[in-house]
């Protein structure tokens, strides 16, 4: 990882952090391919998710040509419009299923730092399971 982007990270995390912990946590999955661990709490969020819903909005992220926060932000609020649900009701399974967790900062930032395919990769490995 390059210093511009570790500083960038802190910079993201830092806001939002009770302590230095907290910090490397949201760097640690930042950096790695796969969530090795997700809370309890996550598990829970996630399980509980619409299955049709998040398809829906995996299959609108994936056509996101310029993947920035706002871009994906107006993907989410489409869906939450659409099917007449709150913010949470999409941003939190997205959250938990992206970070392991269910605190993060905006989750349309932590996905924009973390990259199109590494975020849709971790959303598809995620409904994978939904329907095992």
């Known amino acids: ?3 511009k ?3 960038a990270l ?7 952090a009770e302590n230095i912990n907290d910090i490397e946590d ?4 930042m950096q790695s391919d796969n969530i090795e ?4 709490e996550a598990l829970k969020i996630i399980n509980s998710a619409d299955k049709k819903i998040m398809l829906d909005t995996i299959n609108e992220l994936e056509k996101i040509s310029i993947w920035q926060a706002i871009s994906i932000e ?3 609020k489409s869906k939450i419009k659409k099917y007449n649900l709150k913010m949470f009701d999409i941003a939190a399974p997205i959250r938990a299923s992206i970070t392991g967790k269910t605190f993060s900062p905006s989750i349309f930032l932590v996905l924009e730092k973390l990259g199109k395919k ?3 990769e971790r959303l598809n490995k995620i409904l994978i399971n ?3």
């Open 10 to 16: 802190i910079d993201l995390f830092k806001s939002r």
């Open 26 to 29: 949201g760097i640690s999955y």
């Open 5 to 7: 982007k570790l500083l």
């Open 37 to 40: 661990r997700y809370s309890d």
């Open 118 to 120: 590494v975020s849709i």
């Open 1 to 3: 990882m390059t210093l």
């Open 130 to 132: 939904f329907n095992e």
């Open 74 to 76: 107006e993907v989410i």
